[in-house]
Every structure is written in structure tokens, then in C-alpha cells.
């Protein structure tokens, strides 16, 4: 059968039909463009997980589409982003194309130039097919893979909304609504909240450090912004502060016992035991919670946005890409990986086995992919409204671990009882000279 004879339903609708648009998943009028580079070796980092897996896998797929031959090393996530930035940081990495972790490496890659502009490669039509656009990535995807000047550097490919977890029957024993905004949430929390049954109201990332994802969504949502217009950081202003008195609130008045040292693991475990009426995390984390061998909650659970704050409604979001090494030798060959990476049969696969979810809004939107989609209507519902309110949950520094130490634990110490405004201060004027010192590098 040609790609040509393939009818786009006969290809898209679910998992094995995807399998068989297999080799590109992109209009067959576009093939010839395929083989300009045929012969060509590329080397692909990749980090382990299910992205990574599924182009390791599938690499001899995109080898008979191109005649590209591909070596890829896929590696765990801290071992890949240390490998990445010591090979970039030598100015001969071993490889050609590099999965990127959004959130930690964005700045850093993007000060130090390592990453090639496929800005022009998009727009050319020997190198892209038309359904590839710019506007078909949601807003933090471009925000994300765009550098400071506007060029793109890498492809959006992944990304991680944080949504609402819900446990319909504990809110139906109480006759408690669906909150839609933080007041409502804080009351159904503190309703719901019943320790003597086992029951907590809200389960949450206490742990410094980790803590920084979940209270990224009340920040935004307080109005609050990461940096202001020169580069300076904005942690220990109203918005800060008022999101943090919330976030102290919830998880002291309304969070399991030893809240403070729970990580997504641990506010897993107890969402999945039913021992919790919400979970605020991302909305990588359903599967699980569908799986009757993991969960005692399987058709229990509802799935929602970020109920809406004072002053916004953001879902904050994290993500991944994929580029070219600015040393590549090989770049045109290695962006048809890239776009291959991204494309649509690839993100139909993440998507319909619930191990990711692509930034593409055409993806999420056809409604063919959905039908072979593994998870609830309602979760996927949850992802597509998550991607239109999407906002970066972290700010685009180099810096990351060090802001996610040292603001995470003025945010612990809260839950201890401490001033959040205190806390606040002390904590940005720590971080502040790491900042400045990371600029002027």
C-alpha cells in the first residue's frame, strides 16, 4: 500500500491504525523530500521514558522513510541533561539532535547558543510539510522553544499541564460541587477534609524542592510573573506572598500528615488509595489511577483544569523539545528527524498510551486520534482546555535547581508555621546574586 492510498481515517483512528501511517504520518505529496539526505548517519541523545522509548523504537521506521540512518542513546533523565551540557559545553558533542528538558535547560542552552535556529527550516516547503506550522503549538510550547530574539531553536514535543485531580464519590457523599476557582477549592478541601475516616482534602508536593510545581499554579494565578521586563526576580512580592499563605493554608488545614515530605510519588499513592478528595499535579500521572492492578479509585476519578485565582486562570506547564546541535554537520537531515519527532502519528501514539502529551493543538483536536485515546473522555477534555490557559510554572533562568532549593524551602518552612512574607524575602535575596551572577557568565 503507498502512503498516497491511505485514507487519513483508515491511518488515525487508534493505536494500531496509527501504527500502520507508521513511517511519517505526513502527507504522502511531501514524500520526495524524504530521501533528499538518503545515506546519512544522524546521532540522537534521548532521554528514558516514554518519548525517548518510542523514537528509539520506531527509529527504523523514519530509516525507511529517508534512508537516514539513525544512532540513538537513550539514557536516564539527570544522567542525559548532565551528558548534554558537558558534550555541548566541550563544543563537540557526539551527537546531532538533543531532547531538552524545557523548564531546567531552556536559558542555559539558549545563552549559550548551542542549539541551532530552525527558524528558516520551517518555513521552507522542500524541508516541511504544511501541516507543521508555528501556530500549530500551543502558546507555552512556543514561548518555550523561542529564544529571547524570537527564533526557534528546538521543536515543542512534550508537555505536562497540571490539572485537577477529583474523587467524584467522596465529593458526592458530601454533596460538594466541583471547584472553580480557589475560594471554592479551599472550602471543598477543608469540607471534604475528615481525618478520622482517613480522608484528607487535598494532597499535594510539600517536599522543597518538588514543591515549586505545585505552587507555580497559585503564584500565576495570584497574578504573580517569575521576572520582570529586565531580568529581575519577583518571589517575595504580594503576588508571592498572598499565593503563598494559600498554598500554607491548604496543605496544613486540609493535606495528610507529613505532607512536607511528599513528593508526586507520595500525593500519588494516597489520590490512587482514595485517601484523598483532590490531587494538583500533571496530567502525566492519569494512567495509573485508571489501572485497576494500581488503584483503588478506577472509575472514580474526575479530571479538570486549574480552578481559576484572584488574578488569572493558568494551567502551569512544563515540557520538553527537541533540536539540532549548533556543531551538527547534518542539520537538514537532522530537522526532518525533528519534524519526524513531532509529528502527527508520533504524538497520536504519546497521546493514545497516555505517556505524553504533544503540544501540537491538531493532535489534541482530531477527532480520530481521540477516538484511540486509552484514558476518559474527561481527561482528555482536561488536557485540551489546559493547553488554551497554558503558562510557564517556572521561570526561564539558568539557575533552576538552585531557584527551585532555596524558594522550595522558604515555602517548607511555612508549613512549619513560618511567615510566608519572611520566608519570601529571605529566600529571593539568597537567590537573587545566583541569578545576576548566571547572566554576567
Known amino acids: 500500500m503507498t ?110 547558543g548551542w542549539l541551532a535556529d530552525m527558524s528558516g527550516f520551517l518555513k521552507d516547503p522542500a524541508l516541511t510539510t504544511a501541516d507543521l506550522t508555528e501556530g500549530d503549538f500551543s502558546a507555552a510550547g512556543l514561548q518555550y522553544a523561542r529564544n529571547d530574539k524570537g527564533a526557534l531553536h528546538s521543536l515543542p514535543w512534550s508537555v505536562d499541564y497540571f490539572i485537577l485531580y477529583w474523587n467524584k464519590e467522596i465529593f458526592q457523599k458530601k454533596n460538594v460541587a466541583l471547584p472553580t476557582n480557589f475560594d471554592e477549592m479551599m472550602r471543598a478541601a477543608e469540607t471534604l477534609h475528615d481525618p478520622a475516616a482517613g480522608i484528607s482534602g487535598f494532597v499535594g508536593r510539600g517536599l522543597r524542592n518538588a514543591n515549586m510545581a505545585l505552587w507555580g499554579n497559585f503564584f500565576l494565578n495570584y497574578g504573580g510573573e517569575f521576572l520582570d521586563a529586565r531580568g529581575n526576580i519577583l518571589t517575595d ?36 488509595q482514595g485517601r484523598a478528595a483532590m490531587w494538583l499535579d500533571g496530567v502525566g500521572w492519569a494512567p495509573p489511577l485508571e489501572d485497576p492492578n494500581a488503584s483503588r479509585v478506577v472509575g472514580k476519578v474526575g479530571y479538570a483544569v486549574v480552578p481559576k485565582g484572584p488574578k488569572g486562570g493558568y494551567s502551569a506547564t512544563y515540557g520538553d523539545g527537541i533540536g539540532i546541535a549548533q556543531t551538527s554537520k547534518n542539520k537538514e537531515a537532522a530537522f526532518l528527524y525533528c519534524q519526524w519527532a513531532v509529528s502527527k502519528v508520533q504524538g497520536a501514539r504519546l497521546l493514545q498510551a497516555g505517556g505524553g502529551v504533544p503540544f501540537r493543538n491538531s493532535i489534541l483536536n482530531d477527532a480520530d486520534v481521540r477516538k484511540g485515546v486509552k484514558m476518559p473522555a474527561e481527561w482528555l477534555g482536561s488536557v485540551i482546555d489546559s493547553a488554551k490557559i497554558s503558562k510557564l510554572g517556572l521561570p526561564v533562568v539558568i539557575p533552576v535547581a538552585e531557584f527551585r532549593d532555596i524558594v522550595g524551602a522558604a515555602v517548607t518552612a511555612t508549613l512549619s508555621g513560618a511567615d510566608p512574607a519572611t520566608e519570601l524575602k529571605k529566600a529571593t535575596d539568597q537567590f537573587r546574586p545566583i541569578l545576576e551572577r548566571s547572566e554576567r557568565t
Open 3 to 112: 502512503y498516497s492510498s491511505m485514507s487519513r481515517r483508515s491511518m488515525l483512528a487508534g493505536t494500531a491504525a496509527a501504527g500502520a501511517l507508521g513511517l511519517s504520518g505526513l502527507p504522502a505529496r511531501a514524500e520526495p523530500q524524504w530521501r533528499k539526505f538518503a545515506g546519512t548517519t544522524l546521532e540522537v541523545n534521548l532521554v528514558k521514558g516514554p518519548r525517548g522509548d518510542l523514537l528509539q523504537r520506531t527509529a527504523g521506521e523514519f530509516t525507511e522513510l529517508t534512508g537516514i540512518k539513525i544512532g540513538s542513546e537513550v539514557i536516564p533523565e539527570q544522567q542525559q541533561r548532565q551528558k548534554a551540557v558537558i558534550e555541548l559545553t566541550s563544543g563537540r558533542p557526539s551527537f546531532d539532535v538533543v531532547h531538552l528538558s524545557y523548564h531546567v535547560q531552556k536559558r542555559q542552552f539558549e545563552k549559550a
Open 237 to 272: 512580592g504580594p503576588e508571592a506572598i498572598e499565593a503563598t499563605k494559600y498554598f500554607q493554608r491548604l496543605m496544613t488545614k486540609t493535606a495528610p500528615a507529613g505532607v512536607v515530605g511528599f513528593n508526586w510519588m507520595e500525593s500519588m499513592a494516597a489520590f490512587t
